[in-house]
Nanobody, 117 residues
Framework: QVQLVESGGGLVQAGESLRLSCAAS????????MGWYRQAPGKQRELVGQ???????IYLDSVKGRFTISRDNAKNTVYLQMNSLKPEDTAVYYC???????????WGQGTQVTVSS
């Protein structure tokens, strides 16, 4: 399966921005869905947003207008641009790749995002 490595997390103050990167070991051209998830301490993991190979994108309601998913197929990388960060965004963020035809379901190791008030 494709290997995923997240990066770009860190400690920021409320209102600041971060861009997370998800670098894949192989081509993501034919991967059906690339998604970003997050899990805060004591909370369930939730879908933050995802993009399909066809170009459709969805977001968690609480991040709409603040977060943006983009794909760079040439670099085999998916990004999560996070603006106007809030303390509620504090979590470990995970990248996920899914492809139905290849029975692919891969997760990255996660990157910590901490937003102070």
């Amino acid at each position: 399966q494709v290997q995923l490595v997240e990066s770009g997390g860190g400690l920021v103050q409320a209102g600041e921005s971060l861009r997370l990167s998800c670098a894949a070991s192989g081509s993501i051209f034919r991967v059906n869905v690339m998604g970003w998830y997050r899990q805060a301490p004591g909370k369930q993991r939730e879908l933050v947003g995802q993009s399909t190979s066809g170009g459709s994108i969805i977001y968690l309601d609480s991040v709409k207008g603040r977060f943006t998913i983009s794909r760079d197929n040439a670099k085999n990388t998916v990004y999560l641009q996070m603006n106007s960060l809030k303390p509620e965004d504090t979590a470990v963020y995970y990248c996920r790749a899914r492809d139905w035809g290849a029975s692919l379901d891969s997760w990255g190791q996660g990157t910590q995002v901490t937003v102070s008030s």
